[in-house]
């Protein structure tokens, strides 16, 4: 599960097994017992559990902010 960075407390993270085939790139965000799952393109939740939705908000736009680290660590961990 490479984490790609830290901020305020949340872990923004991909698993080493994204399925087969591999979803599209996406980043998996935790803190506390929240975890929630965005889509990059474009920048949108695909689930969560336990985040409300200012939170969710705020998290987006740090996933906006960072898009091409979180996709340089993909393809750097997965290749293509």
């Known amino acids: 599960m490479p ?5 305020s407390g949340f872990r923004f993270f991909f698993y080493s097994n994204e399925g087969d085939p591999r979803e599209p790139v996406h980043i998996h965000v ?3 017992g929240g ?3 965005f889509w990059l393109h474009p920048v949108s939740i695909e689930r969560s559990d336990g985040f409300d939705p200012r939170t969710l908000r705020a998290l987006a736009a740090m996933i906006s902010e960072h898009r091409h680290l979180i996709e340089d ?3 750097d ?3 293509n």
């Open 77 to 79: 961990h997965f290749g």
């Open 73 to 75: 660590t993909w393809y």
């Open 3 to 7: 984490t790609v960075f830290r901020h």
């Open 35 to 37: 975890e929630a799952k």
């Open 30 to 32: 935790m803190k506390g």
